[in-house]
C-alpha cells in the first residue's frame, strides 16, 4: 500500500521508527516531513500536505504525528475527503476505518511508543470500510457539512 507519513518535532523520532517498519512491511511510504528536527516547527506545515496528498488520491492512507496526536487529527480533518481520527487503541484503528472509512491515522509521538504505535497502523492499514448502508448514511451527511459554505 501507498502509505503518507508526516510529522512536526513532537512526532519526529517515532515517525522515523514507523516508517522504517512500513517500508520492512513492504508499503511504499511517501514521507511529507518534517525531515529533520527542529523544536520550533508547526504541525500544520507537514499535515496539511499529507491530507491534501489522501484527498487528491496521492496516497491510499495517512500516518499524522504530532507530540499527541491531537494536532494533527485537528489539521487533517480540516482538508475535504480526509477523514482522521486519534487513535490509541486496536479496536478504534480497525473500527475507525470499517465503519467511518477513516484515511489517516493520527497518532502522539509523546504518548505511544513505537511498538504499540506499529500495531494500530498495521490494524489501520489492514482494515477495510464495510460499505455498510448505515456507515454510508453517516458518511453522506458527513460530506454535505464538508460541502457547506459556512458564513462568517
Given at each position: 500500500?501507498?502509505?503518507?507519513?508526516?510529522?512536526?518535532?513532537?512526532?519526529?523520532?517515532?515517525?522515523?521508527?514507523?516508517?522504517?517498519?512500513?517500508?520492512?512491511?513492504?508499503?511504499?511510504?511517501?514521507?511529507?516531513?518534517?525531515?529533520?528536527?527542529?523544536?520550533?516547527?508547526?504541525?500544520?506545515?507537514?499535515?496539511?500536505?499529507?491530507?491534501?496528498?489522501?484527498?487528491?488520491?496521492?496516497?491510499?492512507?495517512?500516518?499524522?504525528?504530532?507530540?499527541?496526536?491531537?494536532?494533527?487529527?485537528?489539521?487533517?480533518?480540516?482538508?475535504?475527503?480526509?477523514?482522521?481520527?486519534?487513535?490509541?487503541?486496536?479496536?478504534?484503528?480497525?473500527?475507525?476505518?470499517?465503519?467511518?472509512?477513516?484515511?489517516?491515522?493520527?497518532?502522539?509521538?509523546?504518548?505511544?511508543?513505537?511498538?504499540?504505535?506499529?500495531e494500530l497502523i498495521e490494524t489501520f492499514?489492514?482494515?477495510?470500510?464495510?460499505?455498510?448502508?448505515?456507515?454510508?448514511?453517516?458518511?453522506?451527511?458527513?460530506?454535505?457539512?464538508?460541502?457547506?459554505?459556512?458564513?462568517?
Amino acid at each position: 500500500m501507498r502509505v503518507g507519513i508526516a510529522a512536526d518535532h513532537g512526532g519526529f523520532t517515532l515517525k522515523d521508527e514507523v516508517a522504517a517498519a512500513l517500508r520492512g512491511s513492504g508499503h511504499e511510504v511517501v514521507d511529507f516531513g518534517a525531515h529533520q528536527l527542529t523544536p520550533g516547527d508547526d504541525y500544520p506545515d507537514f499535515i496539511i500536505p499529507l491530507a491534501r496528498a489522501i484527498a487528491s488520491g496521492e496516497v491510499e492512507r495517512g500516518v499524522a504525528l504530532c507530540g499527541s496526536g491531537v494536532g494533527a487529527s485537528v489539521a487533517a480533518n480540516k482538508v475535504s475527503g480526509v477523514r482522521a481520527g486519534l487513535i490509541h487503541d486496536v479496536f478504534s484503528a480497525r473500527q475507525g476505518v470499517e465503519d467511518d472509512d477513516m484515511n489517516v491515522i493520527c497518532l502522539g509521538g509523546k504518548v505511544i511508543g513505537s511498538a504499540l504505535a506499529g500495531e494500530l497502523i498495521e490494524t489501520f492499514l489492514a482494515a477495510h470500510f464495510s460499505g455498510a448502508e448505515r456507515h454510508n448514511r453517516r458518511l453522506a451527511k458527513v460530506q454535505a457539512l464538508e460541502n457547506q459554505k459556512v458564513e462568517p
